[in-house]
């Protein structure tokens, strides 16, 4: 095949770590290629240099044959590559063809535009309404509107960061149909994620980066998904496992619970109802945009509750806030990390007072005990791995990958007796989702009532006792996880609450 893209000993590093050392690699047209590698191994420093977000310190890159240094993404965009990022970036309150429109040089009129959406959309696959609110789209409707505002530049190379880490397993195939079909046209594609089953399926090669160098490069589909990720580790990796233990008492006992959303685009809970035991985790799947934020909002206090009841160990907790919840052993990790579970500009050491100043005696007498916190931070960076020049960093500096593990780790370390987490291993890789899998059954095994929430139906299958589908705000009836099959998971989670399931009563 013809080479497009050569990239020969990108450098790029920054204080105190080297984020790319010396990475070279090549994609040829309409080559479908992996770039693999650990929370902070270097990929998305490599992409922003190919995408014009970051300038490298030495080496080079052609396009075409031609020498290709972009000094920002306008010019990346202008040479024929585009990028479809991990985090979307549409205003909720715009339609579809306006948001589009926002990220075109020089858009046509409305009425043009909205036709060539719908051309787009029809020609690949992708179904979209070019009128919609933005706001009343599903994640895998938006992810489209990102696609098809790239499919419009008429792209040779474009970049796709975890593109499937909001998907169904259906708007995962109709995805990949339309990347094939890309592919076919001639459009190489250089793909980033995790899921590396998805890996083996769609790509032609893959390059494997390890500590911000390339350490191997390989046809995926010639080898197993442990393989590719030893690859990137360097060591093996052994699966989640959970020592045999016996379920006690119920702690969390929801019943009836209803609460309207706080914005115009959210979900709001509808008469949800379900118990946890001590030593228990409850999975509950579901497709982004269904509740999940206001249900984690509903147990963690962030959200009071007036219409149904919220109980630990039979105690009414609904109209107690996270901090007086946190008294109690309550604890909670939402999805967005940024923003939410971490303060940006904070230092690590500032984030993990931030939630532990209650139950790790982090003030005393209304003062601050700076040393008890960053002995708090030093343990859960030592404990979790966290990739980090120290506690002394700020947060937005750390990898999503590395930050996720820090934000799961200073919950789990303060040993909660419920404990809340959405999305625990969203953007991270293999080993540090098999690290915070384990984490979290080590805390069931002493005896902690978990609640997962997670798009990602193979790690709720993996360490699930029971499984419950949240679906437009309401909740299906736990099930037992040991012969539910992903069918029967996939018709709960589109909606049929009230089908008969064989294991149902196991």
């Known amino acids: 095949?013809?080479?497009?893209?050569?990239?020969?000993?990108?450098?790029?590093?920054?204080?105190?770590?080297?984020?790319?050392?010396?990475?070279?690699?090549?994609?040829?047209?309409?080559?479908?290629?992996?770039?693999?590698?650990?929370?902070?191994?270097?990929?998305?420093?490599?992409?922003?240099?190919?995408?014009?977000?970051?300038?490298?310190?030495?080496?080079?890159?052609?396009?075409?044959?031609?020498?290709?240094?972009?000094?920002?993404?306008?010019?990346?965009?202008?040479?024929?590559?585009?990028?479809?990022?991990?985090?979307?970036?549409?205003?909720?309150?715009?339609?579809?063809?306006?948001?589009?429109?926002?990220?075109?040089?020089?858009?046509?009129?409305?009425?043009?535009?909205?036709?060539?959406?719908?051309?787009?959309?029809?020609?690949?696959?992708?179904?979209?309404?070019?009128?919609?609110?933005?706001?009343?789209?599903?994640?895998?409707?938006?992810?489209?509107?990102?696609?098809?505002?790239?499919?419009?530049?008429?792209?040779k190379l474009l970049i796709m960061d975890e593109p499937t880490s909001v998907l169904t397993p259906q708007e995962v195939e109709i995805l990949f149909?339309?990347?094939?079909?890309?592919?076919?046209?001639?459009?190489?594609?250089?793909?980033?994620?995790?899921?590396?089953?998805?890996?083996?399926?769609?790509?032609?090669?893959?390059?494997?980066?390890?500590?911000?160098?390339?350490?191997?490069?390989?046809?995926?589909?010639?080898?197993?998904?442990?393989?590719?990720?030893?690859?990137?580790?360097?060591?093996k990796l052994t699966p989640p496992s959970r020592a045999p233990h016996d379920q006690g008492a119920v702690v969390l006992d929801v019943a009836g619970l209803t609460l309207p959303s706080a914005t115009p685009f959210g979900t709001s809970l509808r008469d949800i109802s379900f118990q946890v035991h001590a030593g228990e985790v409850l999975g509950i799947g579901g497709v982004a945009g269904n509740g999940q934020d206001e249900l984690l909002s509903a147990?963690?206090?962030?959200?009071?509750?007036?219409?149904?009841?919220?109980?630990?160990?039979?105690?009414?907790?609904?109209?107690?806030?996270?901090?007086?919840?946190?008294?109690?052993?309550?604890?909670?990790?939402?999805?967005?990390?940024?923003?939410?579970?971490?303060?940006?500009?904070?230092?690590?050491?500032?984030?993990a007072l931030l939630t532990g100043a209650i139950r790790q005696g982090l003030t005393a007498r209304g003062f601050l005990n700076w040393p008890a916190a960053r002995g708090f931070a030093e343990d859960i960076i030592s404990r979790f791995d966290v990739r980090t020049p120290g506690p002394g960093t700020a947060a937005r500096a750390l990898s999503g990958g590395n930050l996720q593990k820090f934000v799961i780790g200073r919950e789990v370390l303060q040993r909660p007796d419920l404990l809340v987490v959405n999305q625990p291993t969203w953007g991270v890789d293999a080993a540090a989702a098999a690290a915070i899998r384990q984490a979290l059954l080590d805390l069931a095994a002493r005896g902690t009532a978990i609640v997962v929430i997670s798009q990602d139906l193979d790690e709720l299958m993996e360490i699930s006792d029971r499984f419950a589908a949240l679906n437009e705000g309401r909740l299906s009836s736990p099930r037992p996880m040991r012969g539910l099959g992903m069918e029967e998971i996939g018709l709960l989670m589109g909606g049929a609450h009230d089908m008969e399931v064989a294991h149902a009563d196991a």
């Open 1 to 155: 095949m013809t080479e497009l893209l050569a990239v020969e000993g990108l450098t790029k590093a920054y204080p105190g770590v080297v984020a790319n050392d010396g990475v070279s690699f090549r994609v040829a047209a309409g080559e479908v290629h992996a770039l693999l590698g650990e929370n902070g191994a270097g990929k998305s420093t490599l992409v922003k240099m190919i995408y014009g977000l970051v300038k490298p310190d030495s080496g080079a890159m052609r396009l075409h044959g031609a020498a290709f240094e972009p000094a920002e993404p306008r010019s990346a965009r202008a040479a024929g590559v585009a990028m479809v990022f991990q985090h979307f970036s549409l205003f909720d309150a715009l339609d579809v063809a306006e948001n589009i429109a926002l990220g075109m040089e020089s858009p046509p009129p409305m009425s043009q535009l909205a036709q060539r959406i719908r051309d787009v959309s029809d020609t690949y696959g992708l179904p979209l309404d070019p009128d919609r609110v933005v706001g009343d789209l599903s994640a895998g409707e938006r992810q489209r509107v990102e696609i098809i505002r790239c499919l419009l530049q008429n792209p």
């Open 177 to 235: 149909e339309t990347l094939r079909k890309l592919s076919a046209e001639g459009t190489a594609i250089l793909y980033i994620s995790h899921k590396l089953e998805e890996i083996r399926s769609l790509c032609d090669a893959a390059t494997i980066l390890r500590g911000g160098e390339v350490v191997a490069t390989c046809d995926p589909r010639a080898q197993t998904a442990a393989e590719l990720a030893e690859m990137m580790v360097g060591s």
């Open 299 to 351: 147990l963690s206090g962030e959200a009071r509750t007036d219409a149904g009841t919220v109980r630990l160990s039979g105690t009414p907790i609904g109209q107690l806030g996270p901090n007086a919840r946190r008294r109690i052993a309550v604890l909670a990790a939402p999805e967005e990390r940024l923003g939410h579970a971490a303060a940006p500009d904070m230092s690590l050491t500032e984030n």
